[in-house]
């Protein structure tokens, strides 16, 4: 595999690292966040995919100021080494953060389901293990595995039909029932689902071709935008208000609508196969904690790699109460995750005011 | 990783310290080649033949290896113009002579040893070499490995001209360019390297050309050994580059932009670079019609999959996931393990080993004893473990399916890896059922992902797609309508023909 600091993302890698990098684990959880909005949660979908769009606005234009710089050298040019440095720290804590979440609820998720009364420990491992071999690969491989978990992942969309065709269409109807609070609880709530988008800002300076790179991130976003619809669509119709605010995974057990002779509960095969879109995620948020330890260390090392991984193990096994787990991997991962979306604004203000003052870096 | 490159590095370096081996295999000599020192170097070489005779007056000694040598040949080329000469021997008394200098010893034992025959005419001084190997070839058979219904039934011989030959009798081309290599300290194999001048991409010559340079080996035993020698990812369970042993499939592939490299002494060509779904596809794919040959291709790639997966399923579900089959199928598999003593694990891994032994024996023994090994086996010893309650007759049908699925490729190098993944498989999924089955998975998709072939992503076209391969894929288009060369030749000209033909 090709490495190494050239342009290689092609548009179809831009494309499916933007999507592929989205469906997460949150994915999963969509619907039961978004219960303030009751049936109206496709709304709040299309809203998550504007404000996606109009966010990665200021992240392709800071990277086309600095076509070959990461977000991690573009902080340490725009605001001085030292205070650059804590920024990058701060951002690879929060892709440690997000990728001990991510596995950690998918893991509990696969004790809950199809290994049960199984310590987690050793899938843990090969999870991270597998993902290592993944990012070794170089961002390319990350891209194509990408590629790769959309495609053989994609049957798990089609498997909507048998939810969408059981349940109440008239759930769909627009009642505008919900209230300005419900849709900013809501918006909170799911919007761990859209994060990925801004690694952009970190591979940027892979992309071939840089100018259509806005295009083609977009177009990662709305690829995954009617995915979610129809997650959300096929949830709403098939169940009632009450069981989407109880449910923890509505997508799962809607999935066990689908009855075939020869096999039943199809979603622990949709389980196992949800590591595809969990890898593709963790993949690509661990190549960008080791390019920001590069960075910070200011060494290009293979081994880099594992001082992130000895840290996801750490936040995973630390022993911590329920609040507190809750707090690092979903309130401050998310809150981190808004201020690296915004982050750009800040950085294109610095950087009209350092050419303002002649100081262009 | 950074260590490990030191350690290559380090490693290689060690290595270089010694010659090329150009340098330690023709060092200059010094001093005069006389039959005395060529005596002494080919001390204890039983066929060595030195026959002293007299011509025109003159004493000649000739020098050959009997075994390499046909004694028509030798009347032929040398006896026969030596009793006509009139006078002493010249240079140019043999048509196909080549003088010997006194720096040339290295190079003149070499040419001994391989067959060729030395004159030394001792008054002149005059040491002439003639190339009268004729080692023993046998003649141009069927293939044994890749049978077609249809199509052409020669197969390549151990006589690398003889292969040349079969592959130039169909490309009849000055753009058929054959570059010829000697390989290997010790053996010093003869390589010719075959490409289409005017269609493969010279990157691909050249990187080719560059790793058989680097080679330092004492030899090759056979291409396969050479094959490992030159592909990207030597630790990968997967081949590749293709090898083959027909020269229509050579012949296609030559046309298609690709390098191939053979061997003397050996009846396979290497084809480079070649890709993953490349190793599923039959030359009969293109002598059958389109839908034919599209409907059998797909058994064929989709056959890898499932006999990864189909043992390392049942596994899984009767492990941990017994909830997924219906209450019907259930009670059928319990019943047939009523009396296997072994977790579902222990019992397919006995079962596969078994298999594997039956067909390790079979190919072992002559061919009449290895079919009835196999049928006896098979069947025998099938039903005697299900008798005997050590395996569940369900996992005979799978495991056998399985090992049928695996020979589906016509590349055995491809059937091996995927026997030797599915046990890679079959362990995650007793470890951790349909969990580990994916996570196993994932790892196989990202490591196929990752490999090259000749720099050539391996799972091309899916990944990097072009539009045009697929139109043959595992749907073969009709003819008529594949109009360009496979994007994995990345060759100079990527029309077969034109667009606007009618």
């Known amino acids: 595999m090709d490495k190494g600091k050239y342009k290689k993302l092609n548009r179809y890698h831009v494309i499916f690292l933007v999507s592929g990098v989205m469906v997460g684990f949150s994915s999963l959880t969509l619907v039961n966040d978004l219960c303030p909005m009751g049936y109206h949660q496709w709304v709040m979908v299309l809203i998550y995919g504007l404000i996606a769009t109009l966010t990665l606005f200021p992240m392709v234009s800071l990277g086309l100021k600095y076509p070959g710089d990461n977000l991690f050298t573009i902080n340490e040019k725009l605001l001085g080494k030292g205070l650059g440095k804590i920024i990058n720290i701060f951002i690879i804590l929060y892709g440690v953060l997000m990728i001990s979440g991510i596995s950690h609820d998918y893991l509990t998720l696969l004790q809950l389901t199809i290994l049960t009364n199984r310590d987690f420990t050793l899938p843990l491992l090969l999870l991270l293990l597998i993902t290592v071999y993944i990012v070794s690969g170089g961002i390319k491989l990350v891209a194509r595995f990408s590629i790769i978990s959309f495609f053989i992942t994609f049957w798990i969309v089609i498997m909507a039909m048998w939810p969408i065709t059981k349940g109440t269409i008239t759930h769909l109807f627009p009642l505008f029932n919900f209230t300005l609070e419900d849709i900013v609880i809501s918006f909170n709530g799911g919007y761990k689902s859209m994060m990925g988008y801004e690694l952009i800002m970190f591979y940027f300076p892979y992309i071939i071709n840089q100018k259509k790179a806005f295009k083609d991130a977009v177009l990662g976003i709305w690829v995954i935008i009617p995915i979610y619809l129809i997650n959300v669509i096929a949830c709403t119709i098939y169940f009632s208000l009450w069981q989407i605010e109880s449910l923890r995974y509505p997508t799962l057990s809607a999935i066990k609508a689908v009855e075939f002779c020869f096999i039943y509960r199809i979603e622990n095969i949709l389980t196992a196969h949800w590591v595809f879109l969990i890898l593709s995620t963790t993949a690509a948020y661990l190549w960008m904690t080791k390019k920001g330890i590069d960075g910070v260390l200011g060494k290009i090392r293979a081994w880099h790699l594992w001082i992130s991984v000895l840290l996801i193990i750490t936040f995973i096994f630390i022993p911590i109460s329920r609040p507190v787990e809750q707090f690092l991997f979903q309130d401050l991962t998310l809150s981190m995750g808004y201020g690296i979306i915004l982050w750009p604004v800040f950085l294109l203000l610095v950087h009209k005011g350092k050419s303002l003052g002649g100081k262009t870096p | ?502």
């Open chain 2, 1 to 502: 990783m950074e260590f490990w490159k030191k350690l290559k590095n380090k490693f290689i370096e060690s290595n270089m310290s010694d010659k090329r081996e150009k340098d330690i295999i023709f060092p200059e000599s010094k001093g005069k080649i006389t039959i005395n020192i060529l005596k002494e170097k080919l001390a204890d070489i039983e066929d060595l033949i030195i026959k002293d005779i007299i011509v025109g007056g003159e004493k000649v000694s000739l020098l050959f290896m009997k075994s390499l040598i046909e004694r028509l040949v030798l009347q032929d080329m040398i006896l026969t113009p030596l009793e006509n000469i009139k006078g002493e021997i010249q240079e140019d008394t043999f048509k196909m002579a080549v003088k010997v200098e006194d720096n040339q010893l290295p190079e003149l034992l070499y040419d001994i040893a391989s067959g060729s025959t030395i004159l030394i005419a001792h008054r002149k001084n005059l040491i002439l070499k003639l190339d009268t190997t004729s080692p023993p070839n046998r003649s141009i058979s069927s293939p044994l490995n890749e049978t077609t219904v249809m199509g052409p039934s020669d197969s390549f011989t151990e006589d690398l001209d003889m292969n040349i030959g079969l592959i130039k009798k169909r490309i009849a081309n000055p753009e058929l360019k054959v570059k010829g290599l000697i390989l290997g300290t010790e053996m010093r194999n003869k390589i010719s390297v075959l490409y289409m001048n005017n269609i493969a991409n010279q990157e691909n010559i050249d990187r080719v050309l560059y790793r058989l340079n680097n080679i330092e080996f004492q030899g090759f035993w056979g291409t396969s050994t050479l094959k490992q020698m030159i592909e990207d990812s030597p630790f990968s369970p997967f081949p590749q580059l293709g090898i083959t042993v027909r020269p229509d499939t050579t012949v296609s592939a030559l046309l298609d932009g690709r390098i191939i490299v053979l061997m003397d002494s050996s009846t396979e060509a290497i084809i480079a670079p070649m890709s993953f779904y490349e190793m599923f596809i039959t030359p009969e794919d293109y002598y059958n019609r389109w839908i034919s040959a599209s409907f059998l291709r797909l058994p064929r790639f989709g056959g890898f999959f499932i006999t990864i997966m189909l043992t390392p399923f049942y596994i899984s579900i009767l492990t941990y996931h017994p909830e997924m089959l219906p209450p019907p199928v259930l009670a059928l598999l319990f019943e047939s393990r009523m009396r296997v003593p072994f977790p579902p694990l222990v019992e397919v891994i006995i079962i596969e080993i078994v298999i594997e032994v039956l067909r390790e024996a079979g190919a072992r023994m002559p061919s009449k004893i290895g079919q009835t090994i196999g049928i006896v086996g098979g069947i025998v010893i099938g039903t005697a473990a299900v008798d005997a309650g050590l395996a569940s007759n369900i996992l005979i049908v799978l495991v056998a399916l399985s090992a049928l699925l695996s020979f589906l490729s016509p590349a055995f190098l491809m059937s091996s890896s995927a026997r030797m993944v599915r046990y890679i498989f079959i362990i995650a999924a007793g470890t951790f059922g349909l969990y580990g089955q994916m996570l196993t998975f994932a790892w196989l998709l990202a490591h196929l992902a990752n490999l090259t072939s000749l720099g050539t992503p391996y799972l091309a076209p899916f990944i990097p797609r072009l539009w045009s391969d697929l139109l043959d894929t595992i749907f073969r288009a009709p003819m008529k309508f594949i109009y360009k060369r496979k994007g994995m030749s990345r060759a100079k000209k990527q029309l077969i023909r034109p667009l606007d033909e009618e």
